[in-house]
């Protein structure tokens, strides 16, 4: 279930205008909506109530404080790949204690500063970053707790560049070289082997490559379990969301009145498949959702600046970019585009919506069916909670979108949008006082 829906005409998110929002905030705007954030993270865990597990949110998602706090409150763990994720967790009230690790390129830094604030347990991705964790840990005198990311060398059946689970891919450790690599960390003093984890990559929209990847693995968490006293076994994130004709349909995610057999992914579907093949394993399961639990919980509000009509096409220029909302240039990834306010009775136009941004690649959909519009209108990029303001740019020295979220039919703002001093900061000219130091 998604809150965002149209009443009389107008976009509303939950009990929130969404035209009012950007009046009173500007655009472009990210909106979140508080409702559905919490609704996608209770749902997972009903799904798996059965099942020893604990969710921990993979903050590259979306990483705002107020996100981070509303899910801290919730009682989910994090998966953090930077100490700046770290930093993000603790300053928004979660504890570093139910936070996972990841990344294949963590340095020194981060490993000292995770060890020193008590982290759940790193998820190494290589034999050399085993070393490195066991260095950083004896110098403390203390022992670091890891688990070692495997690569199943499974297809998930997604875009290439968030597939992370075959061999080609940078992420983890062969599966053929893994329980060799468990038999070295056990012997560096300073590591205690805590579990084992796998993420075979993101917006996965059909259950087998999850089922292929778990019957595979779980074996091997036995064994390790048994060798090793190894506790828990981390199934990663990668759940997949709707995209296409979330409105006005008011269809969701993949996991919302599917029917079953379609092999197309349900949070039942998941459950049903999974959960026989992990119970048995009598070790903690860790999940680790980003996009099905922010995704569909935000979306970018923007305002048509020109229409341009050329010879081939009408362009539909807008003051949101690629630099606010980049998954369509980095990996074709779509957005529905709809109407703030949705006109009554005009025609439907061909257009492509694209940014203001000096880069052919900026735009955000080509030759879409929209309604006819007016320069000053407003438009919302749906299903933009998660990998949207995260991976924002000040590219063309663009000021970052501000962010608010919606509780109800109040709205607060939880990033202010960025200033044109916030623009400059920490720059300046060699033989210049620096004015502000
Ligand atoms: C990115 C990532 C996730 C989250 O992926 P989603 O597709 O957003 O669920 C989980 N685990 C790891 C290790 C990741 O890198």
């Known amino acids: ?173 062969d599966f053929d070289r893994i329980e060799a690599a468990y038999e070295r960390a056990s012997k560096l003093a300073n590591l205690e082997l805590r579990g084992l984890q796998m993420h075979i990559g993101s917006q996965l929209t059909k259950v087998g490559p999850f089922e292929e990847a778990v019957r595979k693995v779980a074996p091997l968490a036995a064994r390790l379990r048994d060798a090793y006293g190894i506790g828990f076994f981390s199934i990663g994130g990668g759940i997949g969301i709707i995209y296409q004709e979330a409105l006005p349909s008011g269809r969701d995610d993949w996991w919302e009145g599917r029917p079953e057999g379609d092999g197309l992914l349900t949070l039942e579907a998941y459950a049903k498949r999974l959960v026989p093949l992990l119970k048995p394993l009598g070790m903690k399961i860790l999940l680790e959702p980003g996009r099905m639990i922010a995704g569909n919980a935000g979306a970018l509000v923007t305002r048509v600046l020109y229409t341009k009509k050329g010879t081939a096409k009408t362009f539909r220029i807008v003051d949101a970019g690629m630099g606010d909302l980049i998954r369509p240039a980095l990996y074709q990834g779509h957005h529905e585009i709809v109407p703030v306010r949705e006109p009554a009775g005009r025609g439907r136009v061909k257009a492509d919506v694209v940014g203001p941004i000096c880069e052919t690649g900026d735009f955000f959909a080509q030759d879409v069916e929209l309604p006819e519009m007016e320069d000053g209108d407003l438009l919302a990029l749906m299903s933009a909670g998660a990998y949207g303001f995260v991976m924002a740019s000040n590219y063309n020295s663009r000021p970052l979108p501000a962010e608010v979220l919606v509780d109800g039919d109040r709205a607060d703002l939880v990033r202010a949008r960025q200033s044109l001093e916030d623009l400059i900061a920490g720059e300046r000219i060699p033989g210049e006082a620096d004015a502000k130091a």
Not at 48 to 73: E, F, Q, T
Not at 156 to 171: D, L, P, Q, R, V
């Open 1 to 173: 279930m998604h809150s965002f829906h149209y009443q009389d005409g107008r976009l509303f998110c939950e009990e929130t205008a969404m035209d009012e929002l950007a009046a009173r905030f500007g655009t472009p705007l990210y909106v979140y909506s508080r409702r559905t954030l919490l609704d996608h993270y209770r749902r997972l865990g009903a799904a798996l109530a059965g099942l020893d597990h604990k969710i921990c949110y993979a903050v590259k998602a979306n990483s705002n404080l107020a996100v981070l706090n509303l899910l801290a409150r919730e009682g989910a763990g994090f998966d953090i790949v930077s100490g700046g994720e770290l930093f993000r967790v603790q300053r928004a009230g979660g504890e570093a204690g139910a936070c996972t690790f990841a990344g294949v390129g963590k340095t020194a830094e981060e490993i000292g500063a995770a060890l020193d604030a008590g982290i759940y347990c790193f998820n190494a991705e290589s034999e050399a970053e085993l070393e490195a964790i066991d260095a950083v840990a004896r110098a403390r005198g203390v022992m670091a707790p890891v688990a070692l990311r495997v690569n199943p060398n499974v297809d998930a059946e997604t875009h290439k560049y968030i597939s992370t689970g075959k061999s080609e891919n940078k992420f983890g450790i």
